[in-house]
């Protein structure tokens, strides 16, 4: 029954019920995984302190360093799902902060755990 037309032209004020359970049901695995990703991070840290030659120790500081950035990635990140979830339990889930309009739902299921509608976003990065 529904054309397309009619369902791009259907901008519902906020997300129904159904997807806000599925949004949730996303962030939740989302936190899962990064929790234990950077659990992982923290157990390979500890093996870090050996160093044999000046290349070598070149190479691991180096690879220390990018682990600490992809760390300090993951920590955002799972701050950011964190906050999605509490949002949603306020109900204003899928607002954006800067312009409080509606966050489209094609980007939150690229990032759930977005902040920002698409314009923002743009504008903020
Ligand atoms: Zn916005």
Redesign the pocket.
């Known amino acids: 029954m529904t054309r397309f037309n009619d369902w791009a032209n259907f901008t519902p004020m906020t997300l129904n019920k159904k997807q806000l359970i599925e949004f949730e049901e996303l962030l939740r695995e989302n936190a899962r995984k990064t929790e234990s990703q950077l659990q992982k991070f923290e157990q390979n840290i500890d093996f870090g302190g050996d160093i044999d030659h000046f290349d070598e120790e070149a190479d691991e500081a180096e690879e220390f360093a990018n682990r600490l950035g992809l760390q300090k990635v993951l920590q955002e990140q799972l701050e950011r799902t964190y906050k999605a979830l509490e949002k949603i339990k306020k109900g204003n889930y899928g607002i ?1 902060e ?2 409080q ?1 509606e966050i489209s739902t094609k980007l939150l299921d690229i990032d759930p755990a977005t902040n ?2 698409l ?2 976003k743009q504008l903020v990065s």
Do not use: F, L, N
């Open positions: 954006c800067k312009c309009g920002y509608c314009k923002c």
